[in-house]
């Protein structure tokens, strides 16, 4: 009872619901309501699939394709990334059907054959290149680390579509495919956590494939993605607000993220917060191991500093501390401000080491490393509250 949506004359919608997912790409990305894989079925003189699915849900999208071409052959696949999210019901689709010709970008037709092993003749293509399928004409366009090497997008011109695979994505899941269904603001902070997620440690990529397609003075009508719903009446607002995100513009706020167990690390942090928020510095203030990540990471994308605060344990950081550095660290926001602070009961290097380990994260703040023994006095709070307060007016100054 799976049945194609219509999207436009020529296009139809023919991808899966995946209803109960609530961890997109393993752990890394905790979601809430599930996500889509975007299929689309171009219906000219030559029939064109946009991407495959994830393997699980192959019946789905078969489902769907034949409740618009029955029988037909499909004529052209197009895999605009190997990632299985995109990829894995390929082979199975290709079974079905043997003649299909498949596109592919170099890196994509190298991720292929080194995960599924198998050539199917793979027709190789590069920006420029262009496959004619009727009255419409698609134009390949490669779009390296957004998110994978191989990644790509596809213009069909008939229609003025741009198909962006992961670029321009988000988590939603619904029946209404198109934008003008929803707030702006809804849509574009699903859009913002998609890309803090997922595409953030490669911003200068981004910036300059907008500018690539940009310069290609391409008339776009509809930016369908791989996941959620399709860009069409807020296509200006979202890319720019894509090239802020892209650039990690940042308003005045600051991110706290800590563990604690006996609430010491609990107060300095919100010490700090209170002293950042009443000098007009906005704290989002975070206990990691009670917050999913994905809302920190989005948090952060237009923030001006981290601060991470741990207690000392067994002679070291909390760990989920030790890994929220390494994951900070390869989100490549290099020029974010970041400090540490924690408390210790008889060992206090982890804690003033903590820096060290944070220095590659970003700005390591000139004297921001507070180290406090046991429960901090009240002396203890006035200096933190101060430090604060001088961290907002720094903050203040930059942009
Ligand atoms: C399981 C556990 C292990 C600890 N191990 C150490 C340690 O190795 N070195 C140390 O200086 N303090 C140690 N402490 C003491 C804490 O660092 C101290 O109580 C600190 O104030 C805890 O901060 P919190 O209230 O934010 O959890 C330990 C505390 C706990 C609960
Ligand atoms: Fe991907
Ligand atoms: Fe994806």
């Not at 009872?1 to 023919?14: F, G, H, L, R, S």
């Not at 990829?87 to 290709?94: C, D, E, G």
């Not at 860009?231 to 800590?258: E, P, R, T």
């Not at 989100?331 to 970041?338: A, G, P, Q, S, T």
Request: one cysteine or more.
């Amino acid at each position: 009872m799976k049945k194609a949506i219509k999207i436009t004359d020529n296009v139809y919608y023919v991808g899966a619901h995946d209803y109960n997912l609530r961890d997109f790409h393993g752990s890394m990305y905790p979601i809430n309501e599930g996500a889509t894989y975007n299929a689309y079925l171009i219906v000219d003189e030559k029939i064109t699939l946009i991407d495959t699915v994830e393997i699980d849900f192959y019946d789905e999208m078969l489902e769907r394709i034949r409740s618009i071409i029955g029988d037909r052959m499909i004529d052209n696949i197009i895999i605009q990334h190997a990632e299985s999210d995109h990829s894995s019901a390929f082979m199975k689709l290709m079974n079905e059907y043997p003649k299909a010709k498949a596109y592919v970008s170099i890196s994509g037709k190298r991720a292929m054959l080194a995960q599924f092993f198998k050539d199917y003749d793979y027709q190789s293509v590069k920006t420029g290149d262009t496959l004619n399928i009727g009255r419409g004409t698609l134009t390949f366009i490669e779009m390296p680390m957004i998110h994978w090497p191989d990644n790509m997008a596809t213009y069909f011109d008939d229609d003025r579509i741009l198909f962006s695979n992961d670029a321009f994505g988000q988590h939603i899941i619904s029946f209404k495919k198109f934008d003008d269904d929803y707030d702006y603001s809804y849509l574009i902070a699903k859009a913002k956590e998609y890309y803090a997620n997922i595409v953030m440690p490669y911003g200068k990529n981004v910036l300059n494939k907008l500018k690539a397609i940009a310069d290609l003075e391409l008339a776009i009508d509809y930016i369908a993605p791989s996941h959620g719903i399709i860009w069409h009446k807020y296509i200006g607002k979202m890319l720019a607000d894509y090239k802020d995100f892209a650039s990690l513009k940042s308003k005045d706020k600051v991110v706290i993220v800590y563990e604690s167990v006996w609430n010491n690390t609990k107060t300095i942090a919100e010490t700090l917060a209170e002293g950042l928020g009443q000098n007009d510095i906005e704290p989002k203030v975070y206990k990691l191991s009670k917050t999913d990540s994905s809302l920190i990471l989005s948090e952060l994308l237009d923030a001006k500093a981290l601060l991470i605060g741990s207690g000392c344990y067994n002679n070291t950081l909390a760990s989920e501390i030790c890994s929220f550095i390494d994951k900070a660290i390869s989100l490549n926001i290099k020029d974010k401000y970041v400090g540490t602070f924690g408390s210790y009961g008889w060992n206090k290097l982890p804690i003033v080491n903590m820096d060290k380990k944070a220095e590659n994260i970003g700005i390591l703040l000139e004297d921001f490393n507070i180290a406090i023994n046991y429960a901090p006095t009240q002396e203890d709070l006035e200096a933190v509250y101060e430090k604060a307060q001088k961290l907002a007016e720094f903050l203040k100054e930059k942009n």
